[in-house]
């Protein structure tokens, strides 16, 4: 059972516009969200965080959307630069630490 | 920001062999740590959390005889794959959770690729 679902396996952006990567779940009790950016052979990299009592949470070119009716939300990076291109996993948790990761995108930034 | 280290980055070994993975807070102390393991295109999936002082806890369908974790200090936990399998091969993560004011993160570690023969 995947708790927390990233539908689109990958996203083709051109550099300068906005890449929008999405991120549903299914759990209403998730009280904290993440996104990690990761290269290949690589750990994780923490990008930006959302607590579920917000919507909105920017840092910077990122900005996270978080719509709870909807159990959906969402990674802006505006405008997208090539050294974005990397898989983007979404990560949820409930009420401890440990985290439970989305699918993954892979995103792709071309000149 | 907060380093997690791993040690070694990658490891080949003889299928019955035992391996283990070493995962450091390097700036900061961490009484959580996790393991991770990630499969060819698919997600991260977590094996177990590591309490220093106290016995991990597995997540289900993870075999804790065969995947040993140790928190010995603040800043290290160790990951004991034991009699090694082929199926064992894969990359394995480790993170550390800081606890920062009122923020809380996981700063994951770069990764060991295991490739059992």
């Known amino acids: 059972d995947q708790q927390v679902k990233q539908n689109s396996p990958s996203l083709s952006v051109q550099e300068g516009r906005i890449s929008i990567l999405n991120c549903d779940y299914t759990?209403?009790?998730?009280?904290?969200f993440l996104w990690y950016k990761k290269y290949p052979a690589e750990g994780p990299t923490f990008l930006i965080s959302?607590?579920?009592?917000?919507d909105k949470n920017e840092d910077g070119r990122f900005t996270v959307f978080l719509n709870k009716s909807a159990k959906h939300l969402s990674l802006h990076i505006v405008p997208s630069q090539p050294g974005d291109s990397a898989v983007y996993f979404c990560?949820?948790?409930?009420?401890?630490?440990?985290?439970?990761f989305g699918t993954g995108t892979r995103l792709q930034v071309f000149p | 920001g907060a380093v997690v280290s791993q040690h070694p980055s990658w490891v080949i070994c003889k299928s019955g062999t035992s391996v283990k993975i070493e995962c450091r807070s390097l700036?900061?102390?961490?009484?959580?740590m996790f393991w991770y393991r990630q499969f060819p295109k698919q997600s991260l999936m977590l094996m177990a959390t590591?309490?220093?002082?106290?016995?991990?806890?597995?997540e289900q369908g993870v075999e804790k005889d065969k995947f040993l974790i140790n928190h010995a200090s603040l800043t290290l936990s160790t990951l004991t794959v034991t009699s090694a399998h082929p199926e064992d091969s894969s990359f394995y993560i480790c993170s550390a959770h800081r606890t920062s004011g009122t923020t809380d993160t996981q700063y994951f570690g770069p990764g060991t690729r295991l490739t059992v023969l």
């Open positions: 700036d900061f102390q961490a009484t959580t």
């Open positions: 990560a949820a948790s409930l009420n401890t630490d440990k985290l439970i």
């Open positions: 959302i607590s579920s009592i917000k």
């Open positions: 759990n209403s009790m998730f009280d904290y």
């Open positions: 590591s309490n220093e002082g106290s016995k991990a806890t597995y």
